[in-house]
């Protein structure tokens, strides 16, 4: 069975830095891209990024609202992958999805499977 | 940067059909999917690829994608299916988008 777990959510301050991780089990997180999407509460799904399977180069997108702030990495040999969250802001505040992502075909993915969620709370 | 337009909610009646649209330039060209949210849950994939449909998914769920729409179609619809619904696509400049959801309700 594919399952994903994140960890590492919490209260943190704004300006300060979060990592979180995706555990993956129930296939080889090397065959796949891995992404991230997150949900303000009570708000809609907002895709934050991903990474490329080492294949095509481990190679990362992300979203304007966090380019520059968040990185994604992964471990294959762990089966984990990460999301440092730099420079944290109120409005990051949200449940983080970590998915399992299909593709490319042609050059789109898409998530095909989901973990539970972790909340992250930026508040002074 | 690239977005997806979806109405913030649809009504229908049980047994009845339910059509959900997503409007996006040149949609077509793209792949939609589309995702299943109940409260507390985290969202399940219900189509891929436009038409496809994953294993486990009843056969009342299809999807369609045509010029700029993508439509999900749920045919004898159940009280189950009352959710938050989805749409995602792939943009070559944007990278994954999702639209705002639409909150579907059995009435």
């Known amino acids: 069975e594919v399952q994903l777990g994140e960890s590492g959510g919490g209260l943190v301050q704004p300006g300060r830095s979060l990592r979180l991780s995706c555990t993956a089990s129930g296939f080889s997180l090397g065959d796949y891209a891995v992404g991230w999407v997150r949900q303000a509460p009570g708000k809609g799904l907002e895709w934050v990024g991903f990474i490329r399977s080492l294949v095509y180069g481990g190679t990362t997108e992300y979203a304007a609202s966090v380019r520059g702030r968040f990185i994604i990495s992964r471990d294959d040999s762990k089966s984990i992958a990460y999301l440092q969250m730099n420079s944290l802001r109120t409005e990051d505040t949200a449940v983080y999805y970590c998915t399992r992502d299909r593709g490319p075909i042609l050059t789109a993915y898409y998530p095909d499977n989901w973990g539970q969620g972790a909340l992250v709370t930026v508040s002074s | ?107």
């Open chain 2, 1 to 107: 940067s690239y977005e997806l337009t979806q109405p913030p909610s649809v009504s229908v009646s049980p047994g009845q059909t339910a059509n959900i649209t997503c409007s996006g330039d040149d949609l077509e060209d793209k792949f939609a999917s589309w995702y299943q949210q109940k409260p507390g849950q985290s969202p399940i994939l219900v189509i891929y690829q436009d038409t496809m449909r994953p294993s486990g998914i009843p056969e009342r769920f299809s999807g369609s994608n045509s010029g700029n729409t993508a439509t999900l179609t749920i045919s004898g619809t159940q009280a189950m299916d009352e959710a938050d619904y989805y749409c995602h696509a792939w943009d070559n400049s944007t990278a994954g988008v999702f639209g705002g959801g639409t909150k579907l309700t059995v009435l």
